[in-house]
């Protein structure tokens, strides 16, 4: 419950691509950001994306697998 699943492109200056199949043992809900509306919302509330960097906690860096 909870996991994030993703990769930490607001803090590297290279693109990656990567892929992940999600299987559940129950339902669950899957979110999805957008990379270009996120980088525009950390690019305009810079407290915001400090916050966001410090705090975010990825389950699974899809970047490394």
Do not use: P, Q
């Not at 994030?4 to 200056?13: A, H, L, R, S």
């Not at 899957?30 to 305009?44: M, N, P, S, T």
Request: aromatic letters at 12%.
């Amino acid at each position: 419950k909870g996991d994030v699943f993703g990769d930490v492109f607001w803090k590297e200056t290279t693109l990656a691509h990567s892929c992940a199949n999600v299987r559940a043992l129950t339902y669950c809900d899957l979110h999805i950001i957008k990379r270009e509306a996120l980088l525009k919302v950390l690019d305009f509330y810079t407290a915001f994306a400090n916050s966001f960097s410090r705090n975010l906690i990825l389950t699974c860096n899809l970047r490394k697998r």
